[in-house]
RNA sequence: GCCGCCCUAGCUCAGUUGGUUAGAGCGCCAGAUUGUGGCUCUGGAGGUCUCCCGUUCGAUCCGGGAGGGCGGUACCA
């Protein structure tokens, strides 16, 4: 007989395990976010984790294969399938399904898994949580201000404090007037300033005037081709990328200078007063939404007002070294999603946000949602023929609302503690022989041991002391252990 | 996708100028303590030295390829 082959216990690359820690700050954003959205007017939404790869946009060659970034799988009847790589294109699917009977505009938020079947990097996997919403039927730039409002607020909600994120407003429109002006016909062309333009932050004026015109040399000693325009006019886009100081009407106004003139670009700053006025309105101010001409965003996707939500918070990794979390999430908006489908222009925008993102940005921000994770009250299996009796009394604490559960494993006492301690049970009930015949419980405290047990030396004296340890009258089991958990509340 | 660096125990890492039994710290399990968490001490489990091919009497070590990781860059609905 040869050795069976035993598969590795691990997880496929960009899928990650997450543990109560993390769902439960999770869940936290999200409930606070869901408020939020719902004050707003926004209705939940759940779609299939899967849709026919053609509603998602992908088309699918001749091959047997269907484009590269997300999980497809062929069903019986020979349809491509995919998993949802984003909340949006689901939501473009729904609405061009059921248009005919929505209330519209119709507003939703939506959360879940989504899939992107690519390279995963740290902070980048290929299974993650997005939260969304949209407003799909209202050309109205209020649609779009009041999305980032909604956005900037449930931030906050979600533990974000005040200052330490801005929504950046930029409107595709402008940088088309510009190119248009500028006499960028060329698509190509046209994706490569906006490639360059969306680099800003990374590599400053210096490296996006490269860009723009022949192409740079980075340290790695890789080249990047420009977009080949000529100085002026590689100028003129740097100068519209700069304009992004001071107030959003201080902003608009420079802004006019340098794209004002061309049809979209007045129809663009048209826009963007108007989400101003919005937002004003809206009492949004300048610390949670500015307007900043360099944000780019998606590529092909967008067609008008772009925003993105940047984290100002400084933090430092385990090493000491600053990390800077940079976009936590992005939006705008979209008209020709759902015509795809319908063959009718349907005007749309939304916002959404990682949140794994966001929760871990709030970790290192020292803002941690769920600090530890607190076990059950763990009554010990003493003596193995009283298991009876022992759920008995986990029964008991479960219906006065406490979490308890009596020990299942075999081990010995000392390891029963151990197990306690481990899952950061406040209490431990132990009922054994003299207990048993007195009709009482002994009940440990173990919060307050793990507070002594630094100043112990010697394990004698600290199994003689049993601190915190109390044994009383059964029929005060849950009156001791509820005083027990207020004193930690 | 492209360029560079890396891969030895669950984790962090030593080490072998290519030679027989590959180590440490932490962690894990058990005992000292027959009804008690921490400390200390003692013992134990745990490794095809990432995989395959080649060179060699002999490869964890040298060469080639693959996989995985890290950094940069490109792309990102």
Do not use: H
């Amino acid at each position: 007989m040869s050795e069976p082959v035993r598969p590795e216990a691990r997880s496929p690359r960009g899928f990650v395990d997450r543990r109560a820690r993390d769902l439960v700050a999770e869940r936290r954003i999200l409930t606070a976010v869901s408020a939020v959205y719902e004050r707003y007017g926004f209705e939940p939404l759940e779609t299939g984790a899967f849709e026919y790869a053609d509603a998602l946009g992908k088309f699918l060659p001749d091959a047997d294969r269907p484009n590269e970034g997300v999980f497809a799988l062929q069903d019986d009847d020979e349809q491509w399938m995919a998993l949802r790589y984003d909340l949006t294109a689901p939501l473009a699917r729904f609405a061009a399904q059921n248009w005919e009977t929505l209330p519209k505009p119709f507003r939703r938020y939506a959360f879940g898994p989504v899939w992107r079947n690519e390279k995963p990097g740290p902070g980048r996997f290929r299974e993650f949580v997005q939260c969304d919403a949209d407003t799909v039927g209202s050309a109205r730039p209020e649609a779009d201000a009041e999305i980032i409002a909604m956005a900037a607020e449930g931030l906050q909600a979600a533990g974000l404090p005040a200052g330490s994120a801005v929504l950046k407003i930029n409107n595709r429109k402008l940088l088309n007037g510009l190119m248009a002006a500028a006499g960028v016909a060329d698509d190509a062309q046209k994706l490569a300033v906006l490639r360059a333009v969306d680099k800003l932050d990374r590599l400053g004026p210096d490296g996006v005037r490269l860009l723009l015109g022949e192409g740079r040399l980075d340290e790695s000693g890789a080249f990047t081709k420009g977009a080949g325009l000529n100085a002026a006019a590689a100028e003129r886009v740097l100068a519209f990328t700069a304009a992004g100081v001071g107030g959003r009407s201080e902003t608009l106004t420079k802004l006019a200078d340098v794209v004002g003139g061309s049809a979209e670009g007045d129809a663009g700053l048209a826009e963007l007063e108007a989400i101003d006025r919005a937002l004003t309105g809206l009492g949004v101010g300048v610390d949670r939404a500015v307007i900043e001409p360099s944000v780019v965003r998606g590529l092909e996707y967008y067609t008008g007002p772009v925003f993105e939500a940047e984290l100002l918070l400084q933090t430092t990794d385990e090493k000491g070294q600053p990390i800077r979390f940079g976009s936590v999430g992005g939006g705008g908006r979209y008209d020709d999603l759902v015509a795809r489908f319908t063959g009718q222009p349907v005007p749309a925008t939304g916002f959404s946000f990682g949140v794994s993102r966001l929760a871990s940005a709030l970790r290192a921000a020292g803002r941690d949602l769920a600090a530890e994770v607190r076990g059950p009250v763990v009554v010990i299996a003493f003596d193995q023929s009283r298991m009876a009796d022992y759920f008995q009394v986990a029964g008991e604490l479960r219906g006065a609302g406490v979490p308890a559960e009596v020990y299942l494993g075999a081990s010995g006492m000392k390891a029963q503690m151990k197990y306690a301690d481990r899952r950061l049970s406040p209490a431990a009930v132990i009922i054994g022989e003299d207990e048993l015949a007195a009709g009482t419980v002994t009940i440990k405290d173990l919060d307050l041991g793990r507070e002594l047990s630094s100043k112990v030396t010697d394990n004698a004296a600290w199994r003689e002391q049993r601190p915190g340890q109390q044994t009383i009258a059964r029929t005060e089991m849950v009156a001791a252990i509820r005083k027990i958990l207020d004193a930690r509340a």
